[in-house]
């Protein structure tokens, strides 16, 4: 019982979302098309926008488009206008990717995702997009081959653990530092973590040569996946001056210069 009122009232706050981002007549319209609609691959226009996006139905990628889009949880009030580079650690189908190339159209945007169809998604999301750079891989703490562990798992639920350059389903990892490198990065003004558990292995060494160059980290903590995440975390940003906020599952930190 407890259950149902809890899935109603999320139902409920979700609609609102859907009503105050797309409209009194578009919210509904596109809540319905989000959910029902049953077509291989359902295209949705983004509000006050002429970019579109694609949903794989009765996936977590309806989950994640709504957080993404409805609810909004990455809205930061941050000036665009100084954001160059975001790092979108775990990027799923590109819907995070998307919503930062929206909202900071200057600015750099690069993509990692490990998943292959995920990676696809993110192509066909951002194909309008000129700022926005894919990168095939998953962020780990240093040089090594992953796999893949839990491939049945729903598409934003992916983990991964160390394997070897043999392992048939092995591809290379790679690291911040080597990302901000790669894309001649000198500072990361947004930096997103959604890398299911795989932060545990981020932040136990080298964390301090990217955290210090970020300016505003995201990051979701996987506790139920990885016992000992948030306190090594909590640990990770303790060297650093900062300020600190929640928004919904998302830990956010301001580090000060």
Not at 35 to 43: M, Q
Not at 60 to 78: G, I, M
Request: with cysteine.
């Amino acid at each position: 019982m407890l259950h149902n009122i809890r899935l109603i009232y999320y139902r409920l706050l979700t609609i609102m979302a859907y009503i105050k981002r797309w409209g009194l007549i578009g919210g509904p319209k596109t809540y319905l098309l989000v959910r029902k609609n049953t077509d291989p691959l359902i295209r949705v226009q983004l509000p006050d926008s002429s970019q579109q996006v694609f949903i794989r139905p009765n996936t977590s990628d309806v989950f994640s488009f709504e957080h993404v889009f409805a609810h909004e949880c990455y809205k930061l009030n941050t000036d665009s206008k100084s954001t160059n580079y975001i790092i979108d650690c775990g990027a799923n189908v590109g819907y995070s990717a998307v919503y930062f190339a929206a909202q900071n159209p200057a600015a750099i945007v690069v993509a990692i995702e490990p998943d292959s169809s995920n990676v696809e998604m993110i192509l066909k999301n951002t194909s309008a997009l000129k700022n926005v750079r894919v990168v095939h891989s998953a962020i780990w703490k240093n040089d090594a081959y992953l796999k893949i562990t839990n491939k049945a798992a729903s598409k934003w639920a992916f983990t991964v653990s160390e394997t070897t350059e043999s392992d048939p389903e092995s591809f290379k990892a790679v690291g911040i530092k080597q990302l901000m490198e790669q894309f001649d990065i000198p500072q990361i003004d947004i930096l997103k973590i959604d890398i299911e558990g795989a932060e545990y292995e981020l932040l136990e060494a080298g964390y301090e040569n990217w955290m210090s160059k970020t300016k505003t980290l995201i990051i979701e903590l996987h506790e139920r996946f990885k016992p000992g995440c948030e306190a090594r975390f909590n640990a990770a940003i303790s060297k650093f001056k900062h300020t600190r906020a929640v928004s919904g599952e998302n830990e956010i930190v301001f580090f000060e210069p």
